[in-house]
């Protein structure tokens, strides 16, 4: 049974940072391609980072230089370092693999 297992988020102010972690279990992260999403209330569901098997990375311009992405494949976790969060990060953030999802983590940045 695949699972995968989101964790880290919390309720920040603007301008801190987070680390958010994603487990699989049941599942080899180390031949995929992976990527972290964010569903922000009101606003369609965006790739927020991607990271592939040999760890390029890309991200879109609303995150670049603030959030990076990585992998540790011999633990079977990506993870996603986000500094200087903005209101607008405000989602619940996944890291899907194909067609499993996971609950995903809250992460709130408010004043």
């Known amino acids: 049974q695949v699972q995968l297992v989101e964790s880290g988020g919390d309720s920040v102010q603007p301008g801190d940072s987070l680390r958010l972690s994603c487990e699989g279990f049941?599942?080899?992260?180390?031949?995929?391609?992976m990527g972290w999403y964010r569903q922000s209330p009101g606003r369609e569901r965006e790739l927020v980072a991607g990271i592939s098997p040999t760890g390029f990375t890309n991200y879109p311009d609303s995150v670049q230089g603030r959030f990076v992405a990585s992998r540790d494949d011999a633990e079977n976790k990506i993870h996603l370092q986000m500094n200087t969060l903005k209101p607008n990060d405000t989602g619940i953030y996944y890291c899907?693999?194909?067609?499993?999802w996971g609950q995903g983590t809250q992460v709130t940045v408010s004043s």
């Open positions: 049941g599942i080899k992260f180390r031949t995929y391609g």
């Open positions: 899907p693999l194909g067609k499993y």
